[in-house]
Every structure is written in C-alpha cells, then in structure tokens.
C-alpha cells in the first residue's frame, strides 16, 4: 500500500479510528488493553504490508521470530561466548536472507561473466520483498543492543512484531532503535493534540514534496534518462539537478509522511532528514540525508572498526612514536571511512554503480576527514546561538555560506548522477554527454504548463524547509493567525489534490526497492 | 481527542469544498469560446504544429488574426473539439501528422475540454468508458480557452539536430499499424466532415521531418497505406493539402530535432502558408523546400 494511494488514505482513518476509540477508549478499563492494541498495530501493520504480496508476510515474520527468540537467546545464553554466538548467528540469519533476495543474482551474475559459465541455471530470479534492508537492519540492531545491554530483551513478541512492524516506518525506514521505538511500544500511549496536529502538518509536507515536487521532477527525469545518448549536454545537466530534487522529495516526503503518520499513534520516530541541501560541506551534508542509515552504519559498522579513534596495537605503542600513532589512526579512520561509504553504497541495491556512490562520497569526505574539518559544521546554516541556548535564524545565508552551499549541492548532484544511471556504460555515456558542445545550448524543457509549475513547487519547497531548516519538517509554521496557517495548509492540499489528478499513475517511493 | 477529530474534518471538508470549487470553475471557463469570427484562421496540430507555425508572421501575411489550439501531444479528441468549436466558414489548417493516429490513445493531450458530442464520437469509435472517463479527469483543468493568439515558444536555431526522442523510437512506431489506428483515422475524418459541414476552407498541412525520420517512415511497411489513407480523405472530403514531407534538398539547418522546426523553419513554412492562403500558388521557397502543393481534382 503506497502513501500516496487511494487505499491508503481510507486505510490509515479506519486505523486511526479503531487504534484510539476501539483499543485506547473503550478497551481503558481492560487489563490487557496495551496488549490489544499492540495486537492491533501488527494486524494493521501486516494488512499494510501484505497489500503488496501476501507472501512478503512470511519472510518478515521469520525475521521477527528470530530476531526475538535471538533477544532471549542472548539474555539467557550463560557466558558472553554464548550470547556473541546467538548474536551472530542471528546476524548471519538475518543477512543472509537479506543476501539471497537482493545480492544473490548480482553475485551469480557477476561469477558467471568471470568464468564465462552459462548464467540461466545460477539464477534464482526472487522477487525483492519491499523494504526488506529497512527491516533486517532494524532487527539487527535491537539483537547487538541486546548483547551489548543497551536494552532489556522483550519477552513479549506481540510488542516486539509491533516494533519491527510499524507500518508507518516499515517498508522505507527510518530504520529505528530498539532503544527507541521498543520502549514506547511497551507503555501506554495517550493522544496528545499538538502532537497529533504536527503530525497532520508533517503528512501534508511529506505528500507535497512526494506528490507535487518529486513525481513531476520524474515526469522529466524518466525521459531524459530513458535515452541519454540522444540529449543535449544542458538537457543531461538539468536532468541531474532534478533528480537531486526528485530523490529528495521522494525519500524525505515519505519519511515525513511515516513520521507523521506515527505522530499520530503517539509513536515518535526519529529524524531522517534534516535540509541535506543546505549543507556546507559533504560531512555536514552526510550528517543530514537519510540520518537512520548513517547513524546505523555509524553505531553498528564504523565505531566497532574503531572509528576514528582505534585501539594503537601494542607493537606501535611499545615505540613511544606519537607520528606514527597519529598516522596509523588517520589510516584506520580513512579505512572505516571507506568501509560504511562503500557498505552504504552496496546497502542500496546490488548495483556497482551504488558502490560507485558510495566511492565518490568517501573521497569527498576523506579530505575532510585528513584535514580535521569533518566536524566544522555542527549547526545549522545561517543560525546564531544566543548566549540563553535559543536559536536564531537569519533570512540569508552570508556569500561564503552560499558559495559552500552550492558546492556542496553540486557535488551531490554529481553523486545522483551516478546513483541514477542503470550501469557503468549508462553513467559514462551521460557524463561524456554532459561534457559536450551542447552543455551551453537551451535544454529541452518540455512545454511551460510543466516547467513552470514545477520550478514554483521546488522553490515553494526549498523555501519551506529555509525558514523551517532548524524545525522538524516544513511545515511547522510560525504563524499566530490560525486562518493564515489554514489558507495555507488548503492551497498545499488543493496542489496535492490537482497532481493526484492530473498524475492518474501512482509513483512508487524510489526508496521501496531497497 | 474530539477536537483534532472536528478540525480534521473540518480541514478534509473545508479542502473538499475548495477543491470542488476550483474544479467547477475550471470546468465552467473550458465550456467556453469567446469572440471567435469566421474571418480568423484557425490551427490545429501536435507539437510539430506548434512549434512550426509562427502566428504573428502569418497573420501579417494574411492580414487575419490567427488562433491556435496546437499543443504537444493532441490528438484526435482534440481536433474533434476544435472542429466543434471553430466558427463556420472559418479557414483552418489542420496538420496532419502520423505520430497522432499511431500514438497510443492514453499518450494523447486530450486537454481541450470535456465536450459531450467530441466523446460520443469516441464512444463509437471503440473508446472504453475507461478511456472515456480518464479523458473527462484529464479535462478537470481545461484551458478557459482552447485558442491562443501568441506566439508558442520556437526551438531557436542550433547548428546541428538534436535528439529529445530517438530514432529507433520511429522505426519501431512505423513497424506496426496499431490496431486503433482505424479509429483514429475514421474519427479524423470525421473531425474533418464537421469542419467541412461548417463551410470552413480546410487546408491539411503536413509538417516536415528530418530526413533520416523521412527515411524511416518510407521504407517502413506501412508508409503507402498511411499516404494513401491521407490522399483519400483529402479526395473524398475536397480539402486542400500542402505537403512539406517531400525534400530534395534537406538542409539540418531548418529543423530543431528529428520532427520539430526550429524557428528558422517555422519562419519559412509559415511564409510558405501564408502564401498559400492568400492563394499564391504555385510557389517556391528560394529551391529551398520543394513542395507538394496541390488542390484536389474534385475541388475543382
């Protein structure tokens, strides 16, 4: 069931309904009432889900199972051995499911080209179940938080099918913490109306920039991706500054959709995007797109290699060399470094041109990282702290900030190029296309009943998220008068409404086949 | 709790009702002509209409003020909604263009308005009520009006053709008839009787191609069929034709892709129409262009 379906928009005010009247209201004198209604959220959770392939239910239920027993596995194992061992027998479980649905063809193909093996029989052709990485690796996380008494195992699968279900957040993320999402699972919810208006507010951003910004940037995108070698040089160049916007609008409109969508069953899910666009450098921007991921290969992949501060082995320490300390924990930064921007990459889809992203992005932050300037920007953009703690931001950023800015946003536009493009040949077709004598002629722009609008949607977006850039989403307007903030909120609907219409084929969330 | 349940139906009301009325006015504003005298030439065609005629250059020439519904993409419901609103004994130029009876039915613009008599035709013509029904959705936000008198956007002038669309696309288009194309061409034809019904003087123009699509589209299986299919109607319903297809000497120079004018051509072949309104016939653009232009036996 995608967000921005006709089902879904029945779906999700049924469940409402029930989850707070039915589970919360009338169950309140009911002993078991959280039980219930955590009962309920996987029910609305698996219909969510089955709605794609009933038989996607079955591998995430597996997941789920295993992923609990690992929990108790790992709380009852009698020495540390034994519950590293249920960790990692977990872990491979886990992984390896994921590796047979999404690798496993790559893999296949990839050996069959190197021995030049007849590929038909190698093959298994499975069909990629939606939001599979999403849910393994938030079951992967709660198992190593578990070992490593970050929090408590849960005996209780209703509440733990419940967490690694949530049909908000299941299918594209954020990918959550146990530490996070358990615990509120495991109390009671109560309805808090700002909250639950919020979260209104993060939907009708989230389907703006899904709807109206990133299904129309495909519109142009699909097209010019569709046959690169017959483009213009300014055609391609334009092609890839819209998709930057599409992959945008798409992946964080769905996160603010799922985020809010939680919002309203009293579940507070945690931060996917934070204005990526608006970074100064590629660090800053890497600590603002899909916020989740990094965090989780962060925790889980990075600081166990060691991070940027790893144990000196006693061979260089015995050498009292303070260089050579320092140049061996440089080596192992820039190795972790590589190791999450490549296991990011691959983390997207058996492609080498995701591997390839990954690659492009740890160049671009190993200098940082050398430089110790990894961590400059740690604020947000065109913002002052005032002495009291409180956040003031100015209209615009200064002329070095901008400069920054559009740097950084090129070189991610480079990025998407590569993320974009179906295979190494496509890619290097589009960038010997852009560096042709048409890279200065007029790009092919459709006709002005779609550029036009499309620009006022990117601007009304980027402006939205400049003057909300240290706020949650958007959409969280600052505005006293309550029929302003309604004007508001309707014109963005009616622009929604007019796209659902004018668009009659839904687009799928880029981020599902992953 | 019943707060946020009062002001979320109040907004999904409020939003209805804002929706509803914004539909019912652009609905209203496209059932609608105004100002529409038989003394204006009228055009009709695709994209290569659109980007191959220049209205200013024509209406100096013709000393008549000149409207056009060519848009990108119309089709054969368009055309049939031009000719139901085009005034009577109007002239209007009509491109014909194969891309428009081969083209899938769901790609077509089909944004001129929703118009009762243009779908029932369609419904005869083996249209589904699917298909029906999304042409009225299409039409939510019809145009106010189907015409404009200012100039489209030209391609401007590049030295060297470009490739938005590819050329295999052609080759495959012209390998098959599709099995709406007798639709499309009965509902051409009959978009072409109403017009005539009307006493408008129709001139069929088609549009030239880059000489590598002309290629394709003759030595493709069917391009006989589709010249022949053409010649008829024109025959048959005594309209005059100019055919720009023919080139013997293609100069890149005048075309912005495999199918579109640039504004170099676009000023040429206007120049060329304006002419042959003003009944200055036969004629000849500088051995540049070599055209077909001819009127039917039977208008004589």
Known sequence: MLFNSFEFAIFLPIVFLLYWFVFDYAMRKCKRQLLWQNLFVVVASYIFYGWWDWRFLILIAITTLLSFLSGIGIEYAPTQRGKKAVMIANIIVNLGILGVYKYYDFFATQFARLFGIELDFLLLHLILPVGISFYTFQALSYSIDVYRKQIQPTHDIVTFTAFLSFFPQLVAGPIERATNLLPQFQKKRSFDYATAVDGMRQILWGLFKKIVVADNCATYVDTVFADISNQSGSTLVLAAILFTFQIYGDFSGYSDIAIGTAKLFGIKLMRNFNVPYFSRDIAEFWRRWHISLTTWFRDYVYIPLGGSRPNIPEAIRQKGDKALEARYTKWIAVRNTFVIFLLSGFWHGANWTFVLWGAYHALLFVPLLLLNKNRRYRDTVATITLPDGTIKTKWLPSLKEAGQMLLTFALAVFGWIIFRATGLKTLSAYIAGIFDSSLFSIPWLMNRQYYIPLVISILVMLLGEWINRTKEHGLSLNIDRKYCRWIIYLVIGIFILFYICCNTAQQEFIYFQF | ?300
């Open chain 2, 1 to 300: 709790m019943n707060k946020f349940f009062k002001k979320s139906c109040l907004f999904i009301i409020l939003l209805a009702i804002c929706f509803s009325a914004f539909v019912l006015i652009c609905y209203l504003c496209g059932r609608y002509e105004k100002n529409l005298s038989s003394n204006n030439i009228y055009i009709w065609g695709d994209s290569q209409a659109y980007q191959g005629v220049i209205l200013s250059d024509l209406a100096r020439i013709t000393n008549k003020d000149v409207l056009s519904a060519a848009t990108h993409g119309a089709g054969v419901y368009d055309l049939l909604v031009f000719a139901n609103r085009v005034p009577s004994q109007s002239i209007c130029i009509v491109s014909y263009s194969q891309c428009c009876l081969l083209r899938r039915k769901s790609a077509d613009f089909n944004g001129s308005g929703v118009d009762i008599d243009a779908l029932y035709s369609l419904y005869n013509q083996h249209y589904t009520i699917k298909e029906l029904f999304q042409i009225c959705t299409n039409n939510y936000f019809s145009k106010k009006c189907i015409f404009r008198i200012e100039d489209s956007n030209l391609y401007d002038y590049l030295p060297y053709i470009i490739y938005p669309e590819p050329l295999s696309g052609f080759e495959k288009m012209y390998q098959t008839i599709p099995a709406f194309y007798n639709d499309k061409y009965d509902l051409f034809c009959q978009a072409l009787q109403i017009m005539k019904s009307k006493q408008c003087q129709i001139i069929l123009i088609a549009f030239p191609y880059y000489e590598t699509t002309y290629e394709v589209y003759k030595q493709s299986p069917f391009s006989d069929i589709l010249d022949q299919d053409i010649l008829q109607a024109s025959n048959i319903l005594n309209i005059d034709k100019i055919d720009t297809l023919y080139f013997n000497d293609m100069d890149s120079l005048c075309m912005h892709d495999l199918t579109h004018l640039n504004n170099v051509g676009a000023q040429r072949t206007t120049k060329i129409i304006g002419n042959y309104v003003n009944e200055k016939l036969p004629m000849s653009e500088n051995a540049f262009l070599i055209f077909n232009a001819w009127k039917c036996s039977a208008l004589n």
